[in-house]
């Protein structure tokens, strides 16, 4: 077995504009990435097909799923079900995040 260690602090400096995305693992149908952003984020809808759990590790940011404004800080966490539009609203400098994807099938 292939061992998957990292730091999900180390290099989460955030890019001058929008966000960086990156695989932590990718085992079977589940997929957790880090996500760092940066304050200037274009808003992008995100409709996906999979089943989506996100926690802000750091910062704060607004939400918009499927028409509600939620508001997140640092240690909130949300569940987004496949097919919930979502969209970033506003998101605070370095702003760090782990997503969780649960994929419906292999990847």
């Known amino acids: 077995?292939?061992?998957?260690r990292g730091n999900l602090f180390?290099?989460?400096?955030?890019?001058?504009s929008g966000e960086r995305f990156e695989t932590l693992l990718e085992h079977r149908n589940l997929v957790i990435e880090r996500i760092?952003?940066?304050a200037a984020?274009?808003?992008?809808?995100?409709?996906?097909p999979q089943d989506e759990w996100v926690m802000l590790v750091a910062g704060e940011a607004t939400l918009e799923?499927?028409?509600?404004?939620?508001?997140?800080?640092a240690g909130d966490y949300l569940f987004l079900?496949?097919?919930?539009?979502?969209?970033?609203?506003?998101?605070?400098a370095g702003a760090l995040w782990l997503a969780?994807?649960?994929?419906?099938?292999h990847l």
């Open 36 to 38: 760092v952003s940066s």
């Open 65 to 73: 799923c499927d028409g509600e404004s939620i508001h997140l800080v």
């Open 100 to 105: 969780v994807h649960l994929h419906p099938e």
């Open 1 to 4: 077995m292939t061992m998957n």
């Open 81 to 92: 079900p496949a097919g919930v539009p979502h969209t970033v609203e506003r998101v605070s």
């Open 10 to 16: 180390a290099d989460a400096k955030p890019p001058a």
């Open 41 to 48: 984020i274009e808003h992008v809808r995100y409709v996906q």
